[in-house]
């Protein structure tokens, strides 16, 4: 319940990612990439929220969590559009460095010292 009202809070800065392998912004397509130091890097999971942006030799991903694509449409069905939301969750998606798919448990990002 915590992790919707967080999806509630930051709906708008939700990244999908692609059969590429990269992430994309749900609404603008940036690519973005999961921040090195978070417990999420190596997982990748298809559906994240994060708190914000920040550019160094990448765009980061930081405060990261994994959602549930159908939160979205819950929360914040003025914004999105179901086609939007579509995960293609039947097709193969790009498995991460530790060779598996994410685990559906909810991680959160680990802060940087």
């Given at each position: 319940m915590m992790w919707?009202?967080?999806?509630?809070?930051?709906f708008y800065h939700t990244?999908?990612?692609s059969?590429?392998?990269q992430y994309k912004t749900v609404k603008h397509q940036q690519t973005v990439?999961?921040?090195p130091n978070s417990s999420l890097a190596d997982d990748r999971p298809r559906w994240l929220i994060y708190h914000e942006l920040v550019f160094t030799t990448k765009e980061?991903?930081?405060q990261v969590i994994e959602i549930e694509?159908?939160?979205l449409l819950e929360v914040a069905p003025h914004y999105y559009k179901a086609k939007e939301l579509?995960?293609?969750?039947g097709h193969k998606m790009p498995r991460g460095k530790t060779g598996k798919v994410s685990a559906t448990s909810v991680h959160q990002h680990q802060q940087p010292t």
């Open positions: 919707q009202a967080i999806t509630a809070g930051f990244a999908r990612l059969k590429s392998g990439t999961v921040h980061f991903m930081r694509n159908s939160w579509n995960d293609g969750s």
